[in-house]
């Protein structure tokens, strides 16, 4: 079946939003929404997540599902406001508590904090399978951006979050902790591995140089033969020396420091204070 795709693009953080609907229905899943954050200020804003909302009651929709390709470092996910606004159960790959370990000690959060991905409704693994009405929905396990990223292949179309970009573009980068250029050139492949006419649609666009509008759906074909990272049957061994020393001059992005903290805990923010007040953590030289 062929899903009917919608794509919100957050202009701050490159970010796409999808809204993967049911052809025969009404039920839809979301996929990596956005919470607007303005760091200068530490406010928070729902207009991205709130286009969302508009559009998936003007068309009647029933979300069933909020998936999370996985914690995003550069923008904040707005799952739990739009659970709150049009239901939905939120869902990311079960290896979040690896996540949560590794930053739940880097951010201090101490033992209120809990790692078992309990923040969740749902933690997938590698074969799950879940429905969007007809739809039926299957997960793949492609780390190696993150330890928790999945490729979520829904009908005849794949949200690849992070892993892979357009093809102009090439694929994420692995030096975040728990990251690893070798797995994530093995995950690609397990990707390329669908067959050629599967549409894919990628987390984020930067235009690549020579492009002049943003663009975010491919295909397994067109990123097997075009993806200048590891198109046209590129080794492991130069995709990992290329990725390596590419990712060692990469600034971190704007967003890491609270996308982590929130996004760990499933979209909530840190526990109010005695004052209910809540406050975000800047770990020095740690990240």
Known sequence: MQPIVTSFFDDA????????????????????????FD????????????????????????????????VHADH??????????????????????????????????????QRDGSQFDKLF?????????????????????????????????????????????????????GGSSETLYNSVQKILTLPDETRIFVGHDYKAPGRDEFAWETTVGEQKAKNIHVGAGK???????MRDTRDATLAMPKLIIPSLQVNMRAGQMPPEDEQGDVFLKVPVNKI
């Open 13 to 36: 953080t490159n970010t796409i939003t999808y809204v993967v609907r049911d052809p025969n229905g009404t039920a839809c899943a979301i996929v990596d929404s956005v919470l607007d």
């Open 39 to 70: 760091y200068s200020s530490g406010r928070t804003d729902t207009k991205s997540a709130d286009a969302v909302v508009e559009y998936v009651k003007k068309e009647g929709l029933s979300v069933e599902w909020l998936l999370e390709s996985h």
């Open 76 to 113: 904040l996910s707005a799952a739990p406001y739009l659970q709150e606004r049009v239901g939905g159960k939120i869902g990311i790959g079960d290896r979040i508590t690896v996540v949560q370990d590794t930053f739940g000690k880097v951010f201090n959060e101490g033992t209120e904090f």
């Open 125 to 177: 693994v590698e074969g799950d399978t879940f429905a969007i009405g007809q739809l039926q929905g299957k997960v793949m396990h492609t780390p190696g951006h993150t330890p928790a990223c999945l490729t979520y292949v829904i009908g005849d179309a794949a949200f690849v979050g992070d892993t892979l970009f357009m093809p102009d573009f090439g694929t994420a980068r692995c030096d975040f902790p």
């Open 235 to 241: 080794s492991k061994e130069e995709f990992v020396q």
